[in-house]
Structures are given as structure tokens and as C-alpha cells.
Nanobody, 126 residues
Framework: QVQLQESGGGSVQAGGSLRLSCAAS????????MGWFRQAPGKEREGVAS??????YYGDSVKGRFTISQDTAKKTLYLQMNSLKPEDTAMYYC?????????????????????WGRGTQVTVSS
């Protein structure tokens, strides 16, 4: 079955950096929609960044600070987070979709994704 395992979360000060990883297995990782989502206490899960081949999508709040990338040979997704802010504090989830065509809005929509990891916590202190 599809399995996604996040790692790399932790606690950092505002302005710091962190790199998240998501190890995938159980499906053919080639040209696939892969995404990072986050959920803070009391808030709905939101799209952070996603990738489909060489196409990348970013949420407005992280654009210019975060970079999504992947290594298809290693079946691993990454999220480089720079200039972290306290509002970035959340549980970060990796997800993949069975869909083969999405627009920019759909690519960052929770409803578009079918499989989820269990998350890794990111805490940014001021």
C-alpha cells in the first residue's frame, strides 16, 4: 500500500531554516502530484507547496521562502524552508494524489490528495 513518511521537523528560531523530507513507497513515483500541507491548532489544513514533474506550486504565505523539490530515484520529496516565521508553526504533512491533471488551485487543495503521511511538527519561536 501507499506509505508516506515525513521527517526533519523540529524547533527553530524565527529567521531560521529547516528541511523536511518525505519518503514514499507503495506506488510508482515518476511524474506524480506530490504536496506538502500544514495544519496549525484550531485551523484547517492548508496547502503549502506541491510539485508535478518540474512544475511547482506555492501557497501565497510561503512563496519566496520555501522550495519544494524531489528525487524520483530515491522516491523522496523535500521542502526547504527558509526565513521561518512563528506563523509557520504547524504539523506538516506529505501527500500524493491519484489525479493526473490539476490546475494551480487544485494542486494545493487538500481534497485533491488521496494518501497522507502522519506528519512532522515544525515549531518556530519568535
Amino acid at each position: 500500500q501507499v506509505q508516506l513518511q515525513e521527517s526533519g521537523g523540529g524547533s527553530v528560531q524565527a529567521g531560521g531554516s529547516l528541511r523536511l523530507s518525505c519518503a514514499a513507497s507503495g506506488f510508482t513515483y515518476s511524474v506524480t502530484y506530490m504536496g506538502w500541507f500544514r495544519q496549525a491548532p484550531g485551523k484547517e489544513r492548508e496547502g503549502v507547496a506541491s510539485i508535478y514533474g518540474f512544475i511547482q506550486y506555492y501557497g501565497d504565505s510561503v512563496k519566496g521562502r520555501f522550495t519544494i523539490s524531489q528525487d524520483t530515484a530515491k522516491k523522496t520529496l523535500y521542502l526547504q524552508m527558509n526565513s521561518l516565521k512563528p506563523e509557520d508553526t504547524a504539523m506538516y504533512y506529505c501527500a500524493t494524489s491519484r489525479l493526473y491533471s490539476m490546475n494551480a488551485i487544485q494542486a494545493l487543495d487538500v481534497k485533491s490528495y488521496n494518501y497522507w503521511g502522519r506528519g512532522t511538527q515544525v515549531t518556530v519561536s519568535s
